[in-house]
């Protein structure tokens, strides 16, 4: 039993180097093979081992990856351009006023948010397909959820003020979740979906699973900090980060699930009746939140 113990811990518990370099062939490897749309079974069986395995160093790594995520971030902390970076009024700013860096992030969302209102009217235009339209007054909502907590009243730093902002957001959640629900019943009867064609599809899986996980960690780090544009900032982004996943969920159904109808209609229904719950219950937390402080004001 003991033999067999340290055979499964040299098998999957590696040092660093070995984990990275396992989980970066497992992930390419069945990532070449959808991409290349390589047919031959007993590769397409190995490229599922290989990223099973991948996934499990990747699970056992973990202590070893936040250890190298530490690394990273010391090296670029004390790297002299970082350095010369904090010098400046700007720079020094940025690093230590957690306000100033909320305001820039949600400069950028708003930024993409017209993007992407642009993309899908143009999308529901050519293509003719309402959810595109729906998708787009989805995003007008969460623009004007943005523009909002930029807006800054006679005091910035009033707490009655940010409040009664946190409670708006929450207000909009509510309208923009009705939307979501469009898109989700009209896809599920439609059963159909977005589409990304080529590699698009691959990079928005990793801006998807990335804007979730960085959502979740900005919301637990985030939590504790007493300001409620602050936190109304970053339930706004992971609603926004659901909503990709949910894209991304019937897009990938669309290039490679097969034409099983049930299963699309269960996948797609399964997953946008739970982002819509998820979204629903945060809108309300937010309201009571808001009204429950707003009172002790």
Not at 24 to 31: M, N, R, S
Not at 97 to 108: A, G
Not at 167 to 194: P, S, Y
Not at 250 to 269: L, P, S, V, Y
Request: net charge positive.
């Amino acid at each position: 039993m003991e033999k067999f113990k340290k055979i499964l811990k040299k098998t999957f518990c590696l040092p660093p180097l070995p984990t990275l370099f396992a989980a970066l062939f497992g992930y390419g490897f069945v990532l070449a093979v959808a991409i290349f749309d390589i047919k031959i079974y007993p590769v397409q069986i190995l490229s599922y081992l290989f990223s099973a395995y991948a996934l499990a160093v990747t699970i056992t790594g973990f202590p070893h990856i936040i250890s190298l995520v530490k690394r990273i971030k010391k090296y670029i902390s004390d790297h002299p351009l970082m350095i010369k970076f904090k010098s400046t009024k700007l720079g020094a700013k940025y690093l230590n006023d957690l306000n100033f860096r909320t305001e820039i992030s949600l400069y950028f969302g708003l930024f993409i948010n017209l993007l992407y209102i642009g993309m899908n009217i143009f999308s529901g235009i050519r293509y003719h397909a309402i959810w595109f339209i729906s998708l787009a007054f989805y995003y007008i909502l969460l623009a004007a959820m943005r523009y909002m907590l930029l807006r800054k009243g006679n005091n910035e730093h009033n707490l009655f003020n940010e409040w009664k902002r946190y409670r708006m957001c929450g207000i909009i959640l509510l309208i923009m979740n009705q939307a979501l629900a469009a898109i989700v019943i009209i896809i599920v009867k439609q059963n159909k979906g977005f589409n990304y064609s080529g590699l698009l599809i691959y990079a928005m899986a990793m801006y998807s699973f990335y804007s979730v996980i960085s959502a979740i960690t900005n919301i637990v780090k985030f939590r504790k900090r007493g300001s409620p544009v602050i936190s109304a900032a970053k339930a706004v982004r992971f609603v926004a980060a659901l909503v990709s996943m949910l894209s991304l969920t019937t897009a990938m159904i669309n290039q490679f699930g097969d034409d099983d109808e049930n299963f699309r209609k269960m996948m797609t229904g399964t997953v946008g009746g739970s982002v819509c719950t998820i979204v629903i219950a945060m809108a309300v937390y937010m309201i009571f939140r808001a009204n429950k402080n707003l009172k002790r004001s």
